[in-house]
């Protein structure tokens, strides 16, 4: 049973945007962090950015003011919106949902890969230059 999609993924020129959204079709996305990871070929997926219950946002350096992540819990959705766009965001991008955390988690709920009960099928992001 598939609990998480993702869509909005595509081909983009470089300084260009995309919005990725992810459903959830349970009721556990309210009582956890969500998060956006992302894996280019030959390398380890890296998070990207993620989502408390209280909506504390979080990044990886990389993508910080490019990258805006939100939730909207009467839907069941986490998004990415994703600006000035750059080759090396060449990508294919999972959503994530963790196990039940705290409404004010720390960092930790969202950056580890542990933290994550529940990924997507994934969707590719490639950014020509």
């Known amino acids: 049973q598939v609990q998480l999609v993702e869509s909005g993924g595509g081909l983009v020129q470089a300084g260009g945007s995309l919005r990725l959204s992810c459903a959830d079709s349970t009721r556990a996305f309210k009582d956890a962090c969500m998060g956006w990871f992302r894996q280019a070929p030959g390398k380890e997926r890296e998070f990207v950015a993620g989502?408390?219950?209280?909506?504390?946002?979080y990044y990886t350096d990389s993508v910080k003011s490019r990258f805006t992540i939100s939730r909207d819990n009467a839907k069941n959705t986490v998004s990415l919106q994703m600006n000035s766009l750059k080759p090396e965001d060449t990508a294919v991008y999972y959503c994530?949902?963790?196990?039940?955390?705290?409404?004010?988690?720390?960092?930790?709920?969202?950056?580890?890969?542990?933290?994550?009960?529940?990924w997507g099928q994934g969707t590719q992001v490639t950014v020509n230059s």
């Open positions: 994530g949902r963790t196990r039940r955390t705290a409404f004010f988690a720390t960092r930790d709920c969202v950056s580890s890969p542990e933290s994550y009960v529940t």
């Open positions: 989502i408390s219950r209280s909506s504390e946002t």
